[in-house]
Every structure is written in C-alpha cells, then in structure tokens.
C-alpha cells in the first residue's frame, strides 16, 4: 500500500504530448478504442504503393 506523501505525489503527475504525440498514439490503438470513442472520430485505413527510391 502507497503512504499518503506517495499517493499525493503520484495522484497530480501529468504527462504533456505534442501534436506528433496524440497522433501516433491515435493511430496505434485506435482499434483498441470503444466503439462509441471510434464513432465519434470515425477513420479509415488506406493502403497505397509506396515508392521505391531512384537509385
């Protein structure tokens, strides 16, 4: 069990993202989302042909 001075300390730690941040972590467990969340930011993977490199 935690003391209070460690339950206090821990109960305001915030972690700050960036853009970069939100959308990386979107993007990786967007499936893991509940469908009410995914229904309001409704996305769809899209495959494409990537480009290879002029060598």
């Given at each position: 069990?935690?003391?209070?001075?460690?339950?206090?300390?821990?109960?305001?730690?915030?972690?700050?993202?960036?853009?970069?941040?939100v959308?990386?972590?979107?993007?990786?467990?967007?499936?893991?989302?509940?469908?009410?969340?995914?229904?309001?930011?409704?996305?769809?993977?899209?495959?494409?042909?990537?480009?290879?490199?002029?060598e």
């Amino acid at each position: 069990m935690l003391g209070a001075k460690t339950a206090i300390r821990c109960y305001f730690k915030v972690r700050l993202w960036t853009k970069q941040d939100v959308l990386e972590n979107l993007f990786q467990y967007y499936e893991k989302l509940n469908v009410d969340i995914r229904s309001e930011l409704p996305l769809k993977r899209v495959w494409m042909v990537a480009q290879q490199d002029a060598e």
